[in-house]
T-cell receptor, first 109, second 114 residues
Framework: GQNIDQPTEMTATEGAIVQINCTYQ??????LFWYQQHAGEAPTFLSY??LDGLEEKGRFSSFLSRSKGYSYLLLKELQMKDSASYLC??????????WGAGTKLIIKP | DVKVTQSSRYLVKRTGEKVFLECVQD?????MFWYRQDPGLGLRLIYF???????EKGDIPEGYSVSREKKERFSLILESASTNQTSMYLC?????????????FGPGTRLTVL
């Protein structure tokens, strides 16, 4: 079956760095997405990786290793507004998005 | 800015009622999707549509139907609501036939079935 694994919850301190991991087993691979979802709101797009390596976008970076079925989202200089759930999703060989359950990130002052 | 709107943020219905959830996008996107989101589970695809009057079943279509009469509008219908359909329903749209394009989400409808 198809599976996306990410930690249920993580806690970090304001100003620090946090890495949210995502591992996947899917039938084929056509890219991996990260979305941010604040409580009670819609998911919003953060990043898309289809090639191995690190993509940096301001305070957020996303890494992909296709051979390991692994990605991470790196958040630097954490701010209170970064408290949210972070969703990992993989596009499989049928171009269907398979979603992880999300990682709830709690930022403490 | 892409805007995806949903008809209601919160909805309370009784078991057996027919429920309509409407979604409208204003960016001329070809693709539209309906998901449900439950605690501890990932987003689960109910139905999607690549074109007007076209629909495809997702992972959990049972108990639901959809309608896409106009490009900008995608409706989700619960013919006879049941308590296990209590959930957050999210609509999304994306630009073209390649699903590698980013999906943009509406604000969600939290449906409670009593």
């Amino acid at each position: 079956g198809q599976n996306i694994d990410q930690p249920t919850e993580m806690t970090a301190t304001e100003g620090a760095i946090v890495q949210i991991n995502c591992t996947y087993q899917t039938s084929g691979f056509n890219g991996l997405f990260w979305y941010q979802q604040h409580a009670g709101e819609a998911p919003t797009f953060l990043s898309y990786n289809v090639l191995d390596g690190l993509e940096e976008k301001g305070r957020f970076s996303s890494f992909l290793s296709r051979s390991k079925g692994y990605s991470y989202l790196l958040l630097k200089e954490l701010q209170m507004k970064d408290s949210a759930s972070y969703l990992c999703a993989v596009l499989d060989s049928n171009y269907q998005l398979i979603w992880g359950a999300g990682t709830k990130l709690i930022i403490k002052p | 800015d892409v805007k995806v709107t949903q008809s209601s943020r919160y909805l309370v219905k009784r078991t057996g009622e027919k429920v309509f959830l409407e979604c409208v996008q204003d960016m001329d996107h070809e693709n539209m999707f309906w998901y449900r989101q439950d605690p501890g589970l990932g987003l689960r695809l109910i139905y999607f549509s690549y074109d007007v009057k076209m629909k495809e079943k997702g992972d959990i279509p049972e108990g639901y139907s959809v309608s896409r009469e106009k490009k900008e509008r995608f409706s989700l219908i619960l013919e006879s609501a049941s308590t296990n359909q209590t959930s957050m329903y999210l609509c999304a749209s994306s630009r073209d036939g390649r699903e590698t394009d980013t999906q943009y989400f509406g604000p969600g409808t939290r449906l409670t079935v009593l």
